[in-house]
């Protein structure tokens, strides 16, 4: 794992640069690991049985505790757009576990991080005039018609900070176990770099997750209600 992020080849389509990055790979490879498991879960759903046992009843409580957070935060009216937000949980905490097998988090890549934020805002931006219509456009102009760009920023400023906080804090603990491996010797790389991916992969990758996913719950619920 280091730094710079490598980059696998050139694709030209119609005049076209298409950069196949090693985000880009670590991003397939997990998309391909995810749907294996819902592919198998979906298997997995015709044994299912009234009674949960083994790993229905994991499947159970993983998806209700997200559901009751998400229904929670987002209210009965908003409830139905929770599996998106499941999604970006499930890839983004998967992104943090892989890290501890070496493979490059996506999220320690802008582009990665900014993709979703992006994602939350145009969610964001269709929820407050679906559900609000008129009512939603006219906050960019309280209290005064005057504070119009003010407002607008404000806006547009959502997902660059919502990105730039996911992104600052992944490729933080790359930085740091980078810096480890590089300027400790090899007897020392052994045992203590366990702990730290710990940390930074597991514990702080988990707590990112957290604080992303609840951040763009609380986005959105603001411009529909």
């Known amino acids: 794992m280091g730094l710079n992020i490598e980059n696998y080849g050139v694709l030209n389509i119609g005049g076209v640069e298409i950069w196949i990055t090693e985000t880009i790979v670590n991003t397939w490879i997990i998309m391909i690991l995810l749907t294996i498991l819902a592919l198998f879960v979906r298997f997995k759903l015709n044994s299912f049985k009234k009674v949960p046992r083994g790993f229905q009843n994991v499947i159970e409580i993983v998806v209700e505790m997200f559901d009751n957070f998400a229904g929670g935060m987002l209210g009965v009216n908003l409830s139905y757009i929770s599996p998106w937000f499941f999604m970006i949980f499930v890839f983004l905490l998967t992104s943090a576990l892989l890290s ?76 740091i176990l980078t810096l480890y491996y590089s300027l400790t010797p090899l007897f020392v790389q052994f045992g203590i770099p366990s702990l730290l991916h710990a940390f930074f992969d597991v514990v702080f990758g988990a707590l990112q997750t957290y604080i992303f996913v609840i951040i763009s719950l609380m986005y959105v619920k603001g411009a529909a209600e």
């Open 100 to 175: 501890v097998f070496g493979l490059r988090a996506p999220t320690a890549d802008w582009a990665t991080t900014f993709a979703f934020a992006l994602a939350t805002f145009v969610l964001m931006i269709g929820m407050g005039f679906k559900h609000r219509k008129g009512d939603y456009l006219k906050t960019f102009f309280e209290p005064h018609f005057i504070f119009f760009p003010l407002n607008l920023i404000g806006e547009l400023a959502k997902p660059v900070s919502l990105s730039f906080r996911l992104f600052g804090n992944m490729l933080s603990g790359t930085i």
